[in-house]
């Protein structure tokens, strides 16, 4: 009698019990895929949610932050440009004409504009932003779904909850007002990852190498990001280190995969960050009006206005504008958060992670605490930090924006921990489940997003499209618009946007040194160049309708700051004040505009020749 083969065929109870195995491990694994796939069906309806009203009115905009869409849309038509025309990526000379932007010293998201050509070229800059605001926030929900149900959780239920809020929480919803670099983190969870990945033994230089290329990703997309990634995987992996002896063996294979992540990501990153911090254009921190934007102590137990249960008004005093509503998680979930620290109190990741939340909260308290909208007098430790190199150009309430994350993994990991509870006490399951999903309710559903409010946004000037501006800047020249791009008033960038950048802007909205002379805090950053008198004339009528007094010392610096800006023309498209421009710049100038393609046309060439 012959002994079958183990893997040959055979007939028996052994036989079918395995055949039984097989075919429930193949039904598990399609469940799981359908399982993948409805979340992240899930979080592309989310997405769509939130950005739907952009998608729905083509001509509209995000209506609490207009500029920053228009540097965007400018942002990714130079991506464009790099790859279609091979123009420098690090600076550019088509705003702020003469000087330029140091572009990687502000937002240029090149990981992401270069990518994206094409959507820029065949669909223009407005749908290349659109799409990247969107699919950021999508593609984070899924790299954190991915992580957490196949690295952290193991779980596809609780791994779903917790992306969810990692993407869409009421911080990531406020930043959605026109800020794509900021909502598009799906790079954060693919450095945790790699970086949890590098104590695999023998694979050292693979994993190191990964992790400098997530770390490279992410330098391009968002710097401060990157810092609180840094901070926050310190943390966690040396809570580790101390409370779990069991992983010290992989401390070699760690350390040596580090150190060729820091080596190569360090190789990759030294001139561009050279030409950040050193190149033409740097400057040299944020100015201490903007080192003050800090979260109020109240608006941690306050609803965003974009959540459901929040409202301008709940929001009223707490945050310095509706992009900056990082802090805001309400009563509830804090409650819940707090609940869940204790129950789960005997994990080292756990109590890291509480550790590190508290330790963001405190920073973005900034250099002095408010409550209510009003100063307490009580310094926070903000104030021994903020003038130290890197921390000087950090926002101090953006490290609220870090716990969103932390309480997304403690959310998982408490759905995770009650599920495990009802699996082994079978006679209370129903009431276990039950009381999870009511206290998760309680607690997220009045953070759930609503739509993005928008504005009708006016359409680019057909002096613009039609290229009719092209013949005024042959030899360098740059177009000047009324009133000049600044914080406030941005849609030249739009309009430069369009042409693919070939239009060339004086002044502008960016980062740059204050260069003046007198400044009190010498190559500090302002937003945009530093004033001109031109530049401050027309800003005065942008704010007030009324045209300054004009002297014969106001024209003749109005005649020397166009030159400086070489300027070929000067355009005024349609505006609150527009009579009011129109008078200041004919005074100024003597010359008799012309009505064309939708603006009024002055042609300086006569003067700056």
Aim: charged share 15%; proline share 8%.
């Amino acid at each position: 009698m012959t002994t079958p083969e183990p893997d040959a065929p055979s007939d028996g109870p052994a036989a079918a019990s395995s055949v039984r195995g097989v075919d429930d491990r193949a039904r598990t694994a399609r469940s799981g895929k359908w399982a993948d796939l409805a979340a992240v069906l899930s979080f592309v309806v989310l997405g769509f949610w939130v950005t739907g009203r952009l998608w729905l009115e083509p001509g509209s905009g995000v209506r609490d932050n207009r500029s920053d869409q228009s540097q965007f849309e400018w942002m990714m038509a130079h991506g464009a440009r790099v790859v279609t025309q091979f123009a420098y990526p690090f600076h550019s000379d088509q705003m702020n004409v003469p000087d330029g932007v140091n572009l990687m010293a502000n937002t240029s998201v090149l990981s992401i504009s270069l990518p994206m050509t094409p959507v820029t070229v065949l669909l223009g800059p407005r749908a290349a932003f659109l799409l990247f605001l969107t699919a950021g926030m999508i593609a984070t929900a899924a790299a954190w779904y991915f992580v957490l149900s196949r690295v952290l959780i193991g779980t596809r239920g609780p791994a779903w909850l917790g992306a969810g809020f990692c993407a869409f929480a009421p911080a990531m919803v406020s930043h959605a007002n026109g800020h794509p670099n900021i909502v598009s983190q799906f790079v954060v969870p693919l450095i945790i990852w790699r970086t949890l990945r590098l104590g695999e033994p023998g694979r050292w230089l693979r994993n190191g190498v990964l992790l400098a290329i997530m770390i490279v990703w992410q330098a391009f997309l968002n710097l401060e990001i990157l810092l609180m990634t840094a901070i926050g995987l310190g943390v966690i992996v040396g809570a580790l280190a101390l409370g779990r002896p069991d992983l010290r063996a992989r401390a070699r294979p760690f350390l040596a995969g580090l150190a060729v992540a820091a080596g190569v990501a360090g190789l990759l990153l030294a001139y561009p960050l050279y030409v950040q911090f050193f190149g033409p254009g740097a400057y040299a921190g944020l100015s201490r009006l903007i080192r003050g934007y800090s979260s109020d102590l109240a608006s941690f137990v306050a609803y965003s206005r974009e959540s459901l249960a929040g409202s301008p008004r709940t929001a009223a005093n707490l945050a310095k504008n509706p992009t900056e509503e990082n802090s805001f998680f309400g009563w509830a979930l804090l409650v819940l958060v707090v609940a869940l620290i204790w129950w789960l109190r005997r994990s080292v990741v756990v109590l890291a992670l509480a550790a590190l939340g508290l330790f963001f909260a405190v920073l973005s308290l900034g250099r002095e605490i408010r409550f209510a909208g009003r100063g307490t007098g009580v310094p926070g430790p903000w104030a021994l930090l903020e003038n130290l190199p890197i921390l000087h150009s950090v926002v101090p309430t953006r490290w609220a924006l870090a716990i969103t994350p932390i309480i997304g993994v403690l959310l998982a990991y408490g759905a995770e921990r009650a599920r495990e509870l009802a699996h082994s006490q079978p006679a209370a399951r129903r009431q276990i489940r039950f009381a999870t999903a009511t206290v998760l309710t309680m607690a997220l559903l009045p953070i759930l997003p609503t739509p993005l409010p928008v504005v009708r946004l006016d359409p680019v000037p057909t002096f613009v499209t039609s290229g009719a501006w092209r013949p005024y800047v042959t030899g360098g020249r740059s177009v000047v618009t009324l009133p000049l791009p600044d914080t406030n008033y941005a849609d030249p960038l739009r309009w430069s946007a369009e042409t693919r950048l070939d239009m060339p802007l004086a002044r502008g909205y960016f980062l740059g040194p204050d260069t003046r002379g007198n400044a009190q805090e010498p190559r500090i950053a302002l937003f945009g160049a530093p004033p001109r008198p031109t530049s401050s004339f027309f800003g005065t009528i942008r704010r007030t309708g009324a045209v300054p007094p004009i002297t014969p010392q106001s024209r003749v610096k109005a005649v020397d700051d166009l030159r400086f800006w070489r300027a070929g023309v000067v355009i005024l498209g349609p505006h609150e004040y527009e009579a009011a421009l129109r008078r200041g710049m004919t005074e100024l100038t003597g010359i008799q505009p012309v009505f064309t393609g939708g603006v009024w046309v002055w042609d300086v060439r006569p003067l700056t020749d």
